[in-house]
């Protein structure tokens, strides 16, 4: 094991409250997992896979996740949905200089009003993890997903 | 079923009938008249197969088509259809191969699309006789696979299923060409990746949602928030002489945010005067030599593509129809061989704003979205666009519905023909 209990189960709770806040549309939320100087990334396999820089999304900075949560509050025009996160198990792929190298599967369900439940966003997280003195935060998130179609939009936080 | 016809209100091309969104009949033959016919459509840009041997999957209209780079250098757009049954046997969507093989029977191909080899084409010897094979008159080069007209421009490519199609220069006409030279001027790209959405809306959709200046001030509330766009920007719109392909050109103002009296240009409800970025980088914008003045130009090259210039972002959005009542649209990023790194940080820093998550790109394919469903619910109907008034013609500001017009008057000749 790379990390002692007390880590892993800060990273598990990590990934869990991350899930739970992103699925309850108080958007706000979302920001606070970050540290200031963060980078969110949400980009198509293909693109990491093929070493090409461009993500859908791509945010250096704990700035620009509130731009996007201000974006997507008061902004952009879309369809409101529900998105239900469902987040594997993280693994520890290695820690250097205190900084958590994990990873984790993840599917996010879309639900539209009158509509059915439906597999909106299939992937990986691939993350790097801090202690700060507000806990454990995300100091790198890059979300890799293997879904080819975005069906239509993307507009919440995966 | 009887499916609902195309009745047009007037003989302008102000109203917009519903059934030409609707109407799976109609769907086949545009599919025909503009995608596989008389048309040059968008395949990709030559940096996606820059090796002898790569190639990539791609489509025009609903057809599956192939660009290769062949051991000479030369760009070859094949379809992927199997010269024997039909197969559809491209499965990677890029790669690098030597030869193009039907794992079905092995059937295999140049990378021109010439067959090369067919198994057992002269039987199988056994006990002294020969079994089977192909008859004596089977003519390899009748058996190729479907080789697609060619032309590249400024590192573009296009191709025809048509081989009587006029040249790309004369297809695009003079006002079109010279913009699509000022963007593509012969400098090397870069390839900085691809988005993937499926909007579920009829294709036409979005190529009148890049010809519709009406909407941007309107429904990207971001762009108006955060000042880059103003219903009274400088701004020209410009066709092709039978009005199917536009150029949206505009030049941004150092007026930045609307305020004070000049709030009205904006008329945005949720237009919020005093809101700033946390993080302004998503708007370091770089003025460019190549720009030439203006700030952004959307061209619009029918039927199958978009090229956009928004300040530092640069992409080709490519138009992939499936059924009248959904498209494929794919975004192809790039930037300039002369780039420094600075300035790719930026073209991707500001693609932020585009694409499937785009903070001024997402709500476009949201509303087409909800437009194909009203559709749907009413093929009798149909939609206004009168703006600026009932004709087509070039203008020298953002307050018409011209261009949209213009495609309809172009799509009611060749459709109705």
Redesign the interface.
């Known amino acids: 094991m790379m990390v002692d209990m007390q880590t892993w189960f800060g990273i598990q709770q990590l990934y869990a409250d991350y899930a739970a806040a992103v699925d309850t549309g108080n958007w706000d939320l979302w920001p606070d997992f970050f540290t200031d100087d963060c980078v969110y990334r949400l980009q198509p396999r293909e693109n990491h896979e093929r070493g090409f820089p461009l993500a859908t999304l791509s945010l250096t900075s704990k700035g620009m996740l509130k731009d996007r949560v201000y974006g997507i509050s008061e902004t952009i025009y879309h369809d409101p949905y529900y998105q239900r996160h469902v987040v594997g198990a993280p693994i520890v792929r290695k820690v250097v200089d205190g900084r958590i190298h994990s990873e984790a599967n993840y599917a996010v369900f879309r639900t539209k009003l009158d509509q059915d439940s439906t597999v909106f966003n299939v992937g990986r997280y691939m993350d790097t993890i801090v202690q700060t003195p507000d806990g454990f935060k995300f100091a790198e998130r890059l979300c890799v997903y293997d879904s080819e179609m975005i069906p239509n939009s993307i507009i919440y936080p995966i | 079923m009887q499916e609902h016809p195309i009745h047009w209100e007037r003989d302008d091309t102000s109203r917009i009938p519903f059934a030409v969104y609707t109407n799976p009949d109609s769907h086949k033959k545009e599919l025909e008249r503009f995608f596989y016919k008389n048309h040059w459509s968008y395949v990709g840009l030559e940096v996606e197969i820059p090796n002898a041997g790569d190639f990539k999957r791609t489509a025009i209209g609903e057809r599956s088509v192939v660009m290769t780079r062949s051991q000479d250098g030369q760009i070859h757009v094949v379809e992927n259809v199997c010269a024997h049954r039909g197969m559809a046997f491209c499965r990677e969507?890029?790669g690098n191969k030597k030869e193009l093989v039907c794992p079905y029977h092995q059937w295999s191909y140049a990378l021109d699309g010439k067959l090369q080899g067919v198994p057992f084409r002269r039987g199988v010897r056994q006990d002294g006789k020969v079994n089977g094979g192909m008859p004596a008159d089977f003519d390899p080069k009748d058996h190729g696979l479907t080789q697609l007209k060619v032309a590249t421009r400024g590192g573009v490519v296009f191709a025809s299923f048509d081989h009587n199609v006029e040249s790309l220069e004369d297809y695009m006409g003079p006002t079109i060409l010279n913009y699509f030279d000022r963007l593509f001027s012969g400098r090397k790209l870069t390839?900085?990746?691809?988005?993937?959405?499926?909007?579920?809306g009829n294709w036409k959709l979005m190529q009148e949602n890049i010809k519709d200046p009406y909407h941007p001030g309107l429904?990207?509330?971001?762009f108006v928030?955060f000042g880059l766009w103003r219903a009274d920007n400088k701004s020209e719109l410009r066709m092709d002489k039978h009005h199917r392909h536009a150029a949206m050109i505009s030049t941004r103002g150092t007026a930045g945010q609307a305020s004070g009296d000049k709030a009205q240009v904006t008329q945005v409800s949720?237009f919020?005067e005093s809101?700033q970025?946390?993080?302004p980088?998503?708007l370091d914008i770089v003025p460019e030599p190549w720009w030439g003045g203006p700030t952004a130009v959307m061209m619009t090259l029918f039927p199958s593509v978009i090229f956009q210039q928004q300040v530092n972002s640069v992409s080709t959005r490519h138009i992939q129809p499936d059924g009248h009542g959904a498209f494929?649209f794919v975004w192809t990023?790039f930037g300039f061989e002369d780039d420094t790194p600075e300035m790719?940080e930026r073209r991707?820093?500001q693609?932020?704003l585009f694409?499937?998550?785009g903070?001024v790109s997402?709500?476009d394919?949201?509303?087409i979205?909800?437009s194909q469903q009203a559709f749907e619910t009413k093929p009798a109907h149909r939609a206004v666009a009168e703006l600026g008034g009932r004709d087509v013609g070039e203008t020298d500001h953002m307050v018409t519905e011209t261009l949209i017009r213009g495609m309809y008057d172009y799509w009611r000749k060749v459709m109705e023909d």
Do not use: C
């Open positions: 969507r890029h390839l900085l990746g691809y988005n993937r959405q499926r909007i579920p429904l990207h509330t971001w928030t949720s919020k809101m970025l946390n993080d980088s998503f494929d990023h790719t991707l820093r693609a932020n694409g499937p998550a903070f997402a709500d394919g949201e509303v979205e909800f």
